[in-house]
């Protein structure tokens, strides 16, 4: 069974930095791109970054660029979405899924809330 | 940047077919996948690659992609149906979710 579980979520004061963990099991996770989107509270989906199976190709939504950094250790099964300079804004429910063909997302974490408050 | 419009509200009577649209410049030219979410919950996978449907979603949904818009169809509706549902598609490197379609289910 495919299974995602994010973890590192909670409460950080604006400018301060969090890093997210997504670990992976039930399929072979180095053979998978990978993503992270977050929803904010009552909003909808938004698309944060990939990184594809080997790490050699990433890519970020323009509001995270040179803020939010991407990462995978595909001998721990894990993913990684290192934030910085956090902004109230950023404050959402952050989901790792995995890609398959044509950039869909087939298996989706359970989430973890990052709140982004003083 | 690329954007995908979706209306932000449907309804639709138990047993009727609801159909959910997603517009898009020249979206018919890429592929178009759709995701339902319950209350609570992670968002799941109902269509990929415009119409195909994902080992274990009922075949009631549906879905096709022509010109500008993508659409979501489910046919004989059912109140476990009731959800939010998102479009979304790939785009010059950039993934592009449409804003969500609130899906009552009267």
């Known amino acids: 069974e495919v299974q995602l579980v994010e973890s590192g979520g909670g409460l950080v004061q604006p400018g301060g930095s969090l890093r997210l963990s997504c670990e992976a099991s039930g399929f072979t996770f180095s053979s998978y791109e990978m993503n992270w989107v977050r929803q904010a509270p009552g909003k909808g989906l938004e698309w944060v970054s990939y990184i594809s199976s080997s790490a050699s190709v990433i890519y970020y939504a323009d509001s995270m660029k040179g803020r939010f950094t991407i990462s995978r250790d595909n001998a721990k099964n894990s993913l990684y979405l290192q934030m910085n300079s956090l902004r109230a804004d950023d404050t959402a429910v952050y989901y790792c899924?995995?890609?398959?063909?044509?950039?869909?997302?087939?298996?989706w974490g359970q989430g973890t809330l990052v709140t982004v408050s003083s | 940047s690329y954007e995908l419009t979706q209306p932000p509200s449907a309804s639709v009577s138990p047993g009727q077919t609801a159909s959910i649209t997603c517009s898009g410049a020249k979206l018919g030219d890429k592929f178009a996948c759709w995701y339902q979410q319950k209350p609570g919950q992670s968002p799941v996978l109902v269509i990929y690659q415009d119409s195909k449907r994902p080992s274990g979603i009922p075949e009631r949904f549906s879905g096709s992609n022509s010109g500008n818009t993508a659409t979501l169809t489910i046919s004989g509706t059912q109140a476990m149906d009731e959800a939010d549902y998102y479009c979304?598609?790939?785009?010059?490197?950039?993934?592009?979710f449409g804003g969500g379609t609130k899906l009552t289910v009267l």
């Open positions: 899924a995995r890609a398959t063909t044509y950039y869909v997302f087939d298996y």
């Open positions: 979304q598609a790939w785009d010059r490197s950039t993934v592009v």
